[in-house]
């Protein structure tokens, strides 16, 4: 599967964006998906992932109650809608995928085969 992040751009603190991610190749609906992050001179870290079938998902705890992550199997697209943006959240953002036949959710990114290339978000104070 091939995967391509958008919707990143500046906005100030306490504003909104929505990331898209759309996947093509073999049926999206295979693949467990999720979305992380990597802010300047740091690592990469999980942000959110959600089950094949949309069913389950999983928040970082530095984003539950701003973050939530959705998916649209029919469309192959991957959705991360970011509310109350804090400059903290200031990161490149990548979308990934992994071949799945189970409904669980995976937070680490080893267990991820396909990525995106990232989508850059600022956030100003």
């Known amino acids: 599967v091939q995967l391509q992040a958008s919707g990143g751009g500046s906005v100030q603190a306490g504003g909104s964006l929505r990331l898209s991610c759309a996947a093509s190749g073999r049926a999206f609906s295979d693949y467990g998906a999720g979305w992380f992050r990597q802010a300047p001179g740091k690592g990469r870290e999980f942000v959110a992932a959600i089950s094949r079938a949309g069913l389950r998902t999983s928040v970082a705890d530095s984003v539950k109650g701003r973050f939530s992550i959705s998916r649209d199997n029919a469309a192959t697209r991957l959705f991360l809608q970011m509310n109350r943006l804090e400059p903290e959240d200031t990161a490149v953002y990548y979308c990934?995928?992994?071949?799945?036949?189970?409904?669980?959710?995976?937070?680490?990114?080893?267990?991820?085969?396909?990525w995106g290339q990232g989508t850059l978000v600022t956030v100003s104070s």
């Open positions: 990934a995928a992994h071949r799945t036949v189970t409904g669980a959710v995976h937070v680490f990114d080893a267990e991820y085969e396909y």
